[in-house]
């Protein structure tokens, strides 16, 4: 698929590129003129007119093989067919841009054009998305996306966002966080009592896990490893793909799959950019970053579907909650929703949970 869509683009290219030729030498013009018209740099011009070619960056902290890079590429190729060469967005990995927060703040005031970013940095600059990141209020996959696909892309295009300097353009899945320990099977909270599990440095996430009944451990991510093969933790908490990713699958064998948070990436244009674009570009450019969501679900599913074999196969135990067991778990944690921020997100939250 990746060679396939280089290929493409490389056709573009030089389709773009011998029509500007073409039509520079019917009108007389000079090889300069196409040099300038072809290195546009972002923010120059409103819509490439036909024959140009205009360069955007899009920022990523993800390395370049990883499921949602190769999301961004089928995005940024669409854009580029459906533009016939016009609209070119070249997709930085590995945080060369700047790191997450840096890539939020390049785009509020355009001098980054497209950004991917976690929901978690987000949520400091649009408030809302907390709502949509509360633990327990998503049951399943299919009540993941329909949230994300309808209120997630309300909060996405909203004023809030565009105040806030950006225009949402998609999300990416970054399936569930799920909790893994060095001690035994979790079915139920009853089974967290007392354990010491590590957690971001979030006061949410902390009051999750002392309504779990468990002890809630502020450590660097570099010391997990070492905290469970010490026991001075006894578990932590991950998506299955990045519990396998750190090996942390090696020093606790139990994982639940309980999914209490989901923190899915966006992808995000600069409000200024939008501005500048026509109606016709930008929906060009959203309507392809919607359909490489739902590439990128396939490919999200295939990598957690060998992951899970995997780790079987390791003799990792997977714990798959039932109905009842999972209740269990939205009983103990559903408080949080009226008392996070004294119930400011309790409407939204309602209406997420509704939708299950």
């Known amino acids: ?116 970013i976690n929901i978690s940095p987000m949520c400091e600059f649009v408030d809302d998305l907390n709502a949509l990141s509360m633990p327990y209020i998503y049951k399943n996959d299919e009540h993941f996306w329909k949230v994300a696909e309808t209120l997630g892309m309300d909060i996405l295009r909203s004023d809030k966002m565009k105040e806030a300097g950006f225009y949402g353009l998609t999300w990416y899945d970054g399936g569930t966080r799920n909790f893994y320990n060095s001690k035994h099977e979790i079915h139920t909270p009853a089974d967290m009592k007392g354990m010491n599990i590590r957690v971001q440095e979030s006061n949410l996430m902390i009051s999750m896990i002392e309504a779990l009944g468990a002890v809630a451990t502020a450590m660097p991510y570099g010391d997990v490893y070492s905290g469970l093969q010490t026991g001075v933790i006894d578990g932590a908490e991950n998506s299955m793909v990045q519990y396998k990713e750190v090996s942390h699958c090696e020093v606790a064998k139990y994982f639940t799959l309980d999914g209490h948070t989901r923190a899915p990436d966006m992808l995000v244009m600069s409000e200024k950019l939008r501005q500048k674009l026509s109606e016709d570009d930008v929906k060009i450019i959203a309507d392809a970053a919607m359909e490489s969501w739902v590439y990128q679900r396939d490919l999200w599913a295939e990598v957690e579907a060998n992951v899970r074999a995997e780790l079987e196969k390791a003799g990792n135990v997977i714990t798959d909650l039932t109905t009842d067991e999972f209740q269990q778990f939205v009983d103990a944690c559903s408080p949080l929703w009226e008392s996070y921020n004294d119930g400011k997100y309790l409407d939204l939250i309602n209406q997420a949970v509704a939708m299950g």
């Not at 073409?22 to 090889?31: E, F, I, K, N, V």
Request: net charge neutral; glycine share 8%.
């Open 1 to 116: 698929m990746a060679k396939k869509m280089i290929s493409r683009r490389n056709f573009m290219k030089c389709t773009a590129a011998m029509a500007a030729a073409a039509g520079l030498a019917a009108c007389g013009g000079s090889g300069n003129s196409t040099s300038t018209a072809a290195s546009s740099t972002a923010g120059t011009s409103s819509t490439a007119a036909s024959g140009e070619t205009v360069k955007y960056r899009c920022s990523t902290n993800h390395a370049e093989n990883f499921n949602v890079s190769q999301a961004l590429r089928y995005w940024s190729d669409l854009v580029l067919e459906r533009t016939n060469g016009r609209i070119e967005i070249d997709i930085y990995y590995d945080a060369v841009l700047g790191d997450e927060k840096s890539a939020i703040e390049q785009c509020q005031y355009g001098g980054l054009e497209f950004a991917r």
